[in-house]
Nanobody, 122 residues
Framework: QVTLVESGGGSVQAGESLRLSCAAS????????MGWFRQAPGKERGFVAS????????PYADSVKGRFTISNVNAKNTVYLQMNSLKPEDTAVYYC???????????????WGQGTQVTVSS
């Protein structure tokens, strides 16, 4: 079992930055990919970005390319999401996720965090 705990959410103005963190504990050796998803009010949860354990594959949703950067520190079992130039449409609950299997880095996540709220005002 893997437990994921997010931190770093908050309320900011448009154009500002936030960095989210996700710490994994438990059977972390089983994790192949970690990622971030988000869910805005009234919308389905959607993919934001993910990163493989060795960091060689980092896909992003088109809506965040060039503004968000995902990174990891394997020694700390932690993944980060640096969010720059935030827009009101980035407002959502952001979830950290982890998967054990190889394959599409946007799908098939096994473990989920509780989520952290990000609110961007104009």
């Amino acid at each position: 079992q893997v437990t994921l705990v997010e931190s770093g959410g908050g309320s900011v103005q448009a154009g500002e930055s936030l960095r989210l963190s996700c710490a994994a504990s438990g059977r972390t050796s089983s994790i192949y990919t970690m990622g971030w998803f988000r869910q805005a009010p009234g919308k389905e949860r959607g993919f934001v970005a993910s990163i493989s354990r060795i960091g060689d594959n980092t896909p992003y949703a088109d809506s965040v390319k060039g503004r968000f950067t995902i990174s990891n520190v394997n020694a700390k079992n932690t993944v980060y999401l640096q969010m720059n130039s935030l827009k009101p449409e980035d407002t959502a609950v952001y979830y950290c996720a982890a998967k054990r299997s190889v394959g599409d880095p946007r799908l098939g996540f096994d473990y989920w965090g509780q989520g952290t709220q990000v609110t961007v005002s104009s």
